[in-house]
């Protein structure tokens, strides 16, 4: 094997493990996003967790603490 067959086929295992990691973090990230949707639609829906929500969200705003 010369030198760029040797650097073609190491790219090409590059870019392989490249997608397979974009694979994987899209997957990831597609349950993360599901998952803070689920949780921001229960505390939406929640009066509960509204209510702490909503506190939390003004203690923020005004900086209390």
Known sequence: MNI????LDSLRKI???LQ???KYLKEHL???I???MLLLTHKMFCFNCYT????ESLKKY???R
């Open 4 to 7: 760029e067959a040797q650097s």
């Open 15 to 17: 870019v392989k493990k």
């Open 20 to 22: 397979e990691e974009n």
């Open 30 to 32: 597609r349950k993360d």
């Open 34 to 36: 599901s998952m803070s």
């Open 52 to 55: 702490i929500f909503l506190n």
């Open 62 to 64: 005004y900086g209390i």
